[in-house]
């Protein structure tokens, strides 16, 4: 199974920007999806998940009412739309994705830088 993470660039303050990660080699739709960063210095975080059937959803508080975690499951795709983006969002931006959706991921993709500019 191989995650193509792509969407992520240089946008202003304020700015938004739509990550897209794309499976292949096995169909994810039974998988909880996840989004989640690493900032320089920093450990990695969980941003947002989203479980098989999209019903139900986790935001960290820090990207609460800025960022949408969705999916399409019949193109295999996690998206997550990035809103109100602040420079404190800057990190590489990793999607995975877990059979079990209790935190235990299964496959990752090699994730996408998200600079935003003050």
């Known amino acids: 199974v191989q995650l193509q993470a792509s969407g992520g660039g240089l946008v202003q303050a304020g700015g938004s920007l739509r990550l897209s990660c794309a499976a292949s080699?096995?169909?994810?739709?039974?998988?909880?999806l996840g989004w989640f960063r690493q900032a320089p210095g920093k450990e990695r975080e969980s941003v947002a998940t989203i479980n098989w059937s999209g019903y139900k959803t986790y935001y960290a508080d820090s990207v609460k009412g800025r960022f949408t975690i969705s999916r399409d499951n019949a193109r295999n795709t996690v998206y997550l739309q990035m809103d109100s983006l602040k420079p404190e969002d800057t990190a590489i931006y990793y999607c995975?994705?877990?059979?079990?959706?209790?935190?235990?991921?299964?496959?990752w993709g090699q994730g996408t830088l998200v600079t935003v500019s003050r």
């Open positions: 080699g096995r169909t994810l739709s039974r998988y909880t």
């Open positions: 995975a994705a877990s059979y079990d959706g209790y935190g235990r991921y299964d496959y």
